[in-house]
């Protein structure tokens, strides 16, 4: 069940909510998006939304790169044995492989740049989607969510900080094959030995096949659960934008005049949010239907460190980290087979300079695009809501405002 039923009469849409999660389509940077697809085949598409894409390419790596012993013959080619992975490496199947892998990168780029272009299309037709979908398994809705949570729960680990996002299908996915991971890689074992300090232990439990595919798949899943909340963070203002304009301005407000007028004008700002929705739908319940709302156009910010519940643009410094930091911490784990203190102790190193790496390359970057201007640092007022009652309903509705999280409440007599 859903809260708007698609006549089919527009071209295009800007996403779909449905129980089992969002998909949209939003504005994505198409290096970004090949460099997961060079990461592990299917990432890119995932990222995408293009599902069967993604499942059929991520599965194809899992088997091929089995086959071929890969990811045994890339910590060979890391440690510098080259003689032991050329043994390893069973090139029949190597010939297979790298059409698939091309194909990947390549389809991600191109599916992108084509994405990009239907969004500003479908941004312009304007066409109304769903915002709530509720269901006899489950409910899903547009609502705000904060983007650290979702990292940080993704770092506990994989598929949890997909299933916060709402995004169910890839939760499940993701957790299956970080079960599958886990247990032959046999990563939280060697993690036990370590946590105890037997580190020759740990070393020699760890299964090099397998346990290189855990960085990629690790930062994959934080950065997607992180990205996912910011694109619907962003989508639910615009489509709570799109529902006031609609439904609280024209027709719905009108200013009584006279001299036996003697009501209250109450003005509030709000963030964009549900307790804004909330506010209004109390204030109707008590009988005050002349409502104006105006969601605002705010000045442009600095770009971000990270976003969060009440801001988010989509490009705060974590995309180059996080590429780097699998980047790093593959080549960590690789080389710490051979090292004192280990592949697990190495590749923590290695995700923490490259994310340390990528990090500053993109605050670099950010301080030679900035331009000078004053910013603003508080929580920005999106919307204005103005309220008119009567001086009985006064301390009820600003009593109501304030419940519902207002950011300012003022009143002005009408004469």
């Known amino acids: 069940m859903e809260n708007f039923q698609n006549t089919n009469k527009s071209r295009r849409y800007k996403a779909y909510v449905s129980i089992f999660g969002t998909t949209q389509i939003h504005l994505r940077n198409p290096w970004t998006i090949a460099m997961w697809s060079i990461a592990f085949p299917g990432f890119g598409h995932f ?59 390549w389809d991600s780029y191109r599916t992108t740049v084509d994405l990009n272009n239907i969004y500003t299309l479908a941004k312009r037709e304007d066409a109304r989607f769903n915002s709530f979908s509720i269901g006899a398994f489950e409910i899903n809705y547009l609502d705000k969510r904060n983007p650290i949570m979702a990292l940080l729960w993704s770092m506990t680990i994989p598929s949890v900080g997909q299933l916060y996002a709402h995004r169910i299908i890839l939760a499940g996915f993701t957790l299956i094959w970080t079960a ?16 105890n300090g037997n580190l020759d232990k740990s070393n020699a439990v760890l299964d090099a ?13 934080i950065f997607d659960s992180y990205v996912s909340t910011v694109e619907n963070n962003k989508l639910f203002e615009y489509e709570q934008r799109k529902y006031l304009r609609s439904h609280y301005q ?17 003005f509030a700002t709000f963030e964009h949010s549900t307790y804004l929705e909330l506010a209004m739908t109390e204030l109707e319940e008590y009988g005050i239907t002349n409502i104006l709302a105006v969601p605002l156009n705010n000045r442009t910010e600095e770009r971000r460190i990270f976003d969060s519940i009440h801001h988010s643009d989509g490009v705060s410094l974590i995309s180059k980290g996080m590429i780097l930091a699998f980047l790093f911490s593959t080549v960590g784990a690789s080389k710490g087979f051979e090292l004192e203190w280990g592949p697990i102790i190495w590749g923590l190193i290695g995700a923490g300079s490259g994310f340390l790496i990528g ?12 331009r000078k201007q004053f910013l603003l640092k508080r929580k920005n007022s999106e919307v204005v809501l103005i309220v008119e009652c009567d001086h009985l309903q006064k301390e009820c509705v600003e009593s109501t405002l304030w419940k519902q999280f207002a950011l300012g409440v003022a009143e002005v007599n009408q004469i």
């Open 209 to 221: 096949q397998w346990l290189l595919y855990l960085p990629s798949f690790y930062f994959f899943t």
């Open 359 to 370: 990090f500053i390359i993109d605050l670099f970057m950010k301080k030679i695009s900035q």
């Open 250 to 266: 024209k027709y719905r407000f009108s200013l009584q005049k006279g001299s036996r007028v003697n009501n209250v004008l109450i």
């Open 180 to 195: 599958v991971f886990m247990y032959y890689s046999h990563f939280l074992e060697a993690l036990i030995y370590l946590l």
């Open 47 to 105: 990222l995408l939304n293009k599902y069967f894409r993604a499942f059929s390419l991520f599965i194809w790596e899992i088997y091929i790169n089995q086959a071929t012993r890969l990811n045994q013959a890339m910590v060979y080619s890391f440690t510098g044995n080259f003689d032991a992975a050329k043994e390893v490496l069973d090139l029949k199947m190597v010939l297979m492989y790298i059409p698939v892998y091309l194909f990947a990168i």
